[in-house]
T-cell receptor
Framework: GAGVSQTPSNKVTEKGKYVELRCDPISGHTALYWYRQSLGQGPEFLIYFQGTGAADDSGLPNDRFFAVRPEGSVSTLKIQRTERGDSAVYLC?????????????FGEGSWLTVV | GENVEQHPSTLSVQEGDSAVIKCTYSDSASNYFPWYKQELGKGPQLIIDIRSNVGEKKDQRIAVTLNKTAKHFSLHITETQPEDSAVYFCAASNQAGTALIFGKGTTLSVSS
């Protein structure tokens, strides 16, 4: 596809459950990012991948959050033991490569609701 | 780390008027400043960006100015139209270039 694709678009889960969110970046983009956006706020950085490796995971809030990108393309954000405070829109983005000035394109997001 | 402040949080204008949104940043090492437009239920969409070696950039009705000395940058929309109504976010790159730090957003309403 032409843009960043995220699935599912909406997910409702019970507190304590495990959740996986998938991101398919723009073809040829080596840099991939995950952000989280709470209602009324700007996106907050979670993690950045360059190729297969997590080059910067300083934004992950705690060890319940984990992300992988095993083949350098599709990425999965994994949340264990979900809490109600995890409810947010999880945005994936990609760019041609790392570096200031490379345009970052966002997907439509996965809306997670923890009940 | 980088901190980005954005104001105003809400802005209402009449169709045809200009709109200005201002942002300040804290990290003097930042050198990339994009602006995103986000409509309800959608992801952020890049509308314009500026790099630190340029003071101003224009694209049709949209312009961005950057003052590196004062560490602030602004978005200017001229001849506003109802379809410009959305939430606008400014952002600045972190020092490593691995992330964008976003402002809290400005909700722009253009009434006809």
């Amino acid at each position: 596809g032409a843009g960043v694709s995220q699935t599912p678009s909406n997910k409702v889960t019970e507190k304590g459950k495990y959740v996986e969110l998938r991101c398919d970046p723009i073809s040829g983009h080596t840099a991939l990012y995950w952000y989280r956006q709470s209602l009324g706020q700007g996106p907050e950085f979670l993690i950045y991948f360059q190729g297969t490796g997590a080059a910067d995971d300083s934004g992950l809030p705690n060890d319940r959050f984990f992300a992988v990108r095993p083949e350098g393309s599709v990425s999965t954000l994994k949340i264990q033991r979900t809490e109600r405070g995890d409810s947010a829109v999880y945005l994936c983005a990609s760019s041609l490569s790392r570096g200031r000035g490379n345009t970052i394109y966002f997907g439509e997001g996965s809306w997670l609701t923890v009940v | 780390g980088e901190n980005v402040e954005q104001h105003p949080s809400t802005l209402s204008v009449q169709e045809g008027d200009s709109a200005v949104i201002k942002c300040t940043y804290s990290d003097s090492a930042s050198n990339y400043f994009p602006w995103y437009k986000q409509e309800l239920g959608k992801g952020p969409q890049l509308i314009i960006d500026i790099r630190s070696n340029v003071g101003e950039k224009k694209d049709q009705r949209i312009a961005v100015t950057l003052n590196k000395t004062a560490k602030h940058f602004s978005l200017h929309i001229t001849e506003t139209q109802p379809e410009d109504s959305a939430v606008y976010f400014c952002a600045a790159s972190n020092q490593a270039g691995t992330a964008l730090i976003f402002g809290k957003g400005t909700t722009l309403s253009v009434s006809s």
